[in-house]
């Protein structure tokens, strides 16, 4: 079950692992790129990590100390937050239409090396902010969400200096 629940402002969600409820804070509005995003990142720590944690704790609460502290280290627990995070991503934005889509959104954009290159130049921001727009639209994702998508696909490129002049 999910259920929108009035939450502490800095929790966005939690997997209640006996029950297999998930909770998402009542300020996601219902259907939202982020609350999606949440939905679905909650889901896989379900689906991830659910066998792990069902004998450790009752609660998962995002923003909080639990799983800190059944984690090993600092790393392990990052580990967990980007396996979720992946596979919300890999939920909302599955590979093949993805990839056609962004291939198409090349052709429109005539985009031809077969990634797209942003930096601080404006034609190569008009072209990022185009396709992340474009890609957030169709999958109802942030841009950041479709940035990062591409970025692990290999579809977008940026250097370290340039990640802050595009919010990733």
């Known amino acids: 079950m999910v259920a929108s629940k009035n939450l502490p402002y800095d929790r966005l969600g939690y997997l ?9 804070s009542s300020v996601l509005e ?13 889901y896989g720590h379900f689906v991830l990590h659910g066998d792990i ?3 450790k704790i009752a609660v998962l609460y995002e923003n909080d100390d639990t799983l ?20 919300a991503s890999y939920l909302l934005m599955p590979r093949y239409e993805f990839v056609m889509t962004v291939i198409e959104l090349f052709g429109i954009f005539d985009i031809r090396k077969g990634f ?4 601080s130049q404006p034609c190569n921001l008009k072209d990022y902010h185009n396709v992340t727009s474009r890609l957030s639209a169709k999958f109802i994702v942030s841009n950041q969400a479709a ?9 977008l490129k ?9 919010g990733i």
Do not use: W
Request: include cysteine; glycine fraction near 2%; charge should be negative.
């Open 147 to 155: 940035a990062y998508r591409m970025i692990d696909l290999g579809l």
């Open 16 to 24: 209640d692992i006996p029950t297999r409820n998930i909770y998402l």
């Open 116 to 119: 797209m290159y942003v930096d």
């Open 53 to 55: 944690l069902d004998n």
């Open 68 to 87: 800190k502290s059944l984690c090993a280290s600092n790393e392990e627990l990052k580990i967990l937050e980007r396996q979720a995070n992946r596979f």
């Open 30 to 42: 219902v259907g939202s790129p982020r609350y999606r995003f949440v939905l679905a990142h909650e």
């Open 158 to 166: 940026v250097n370290e200096a340039d990640r802050l002049v595009v």
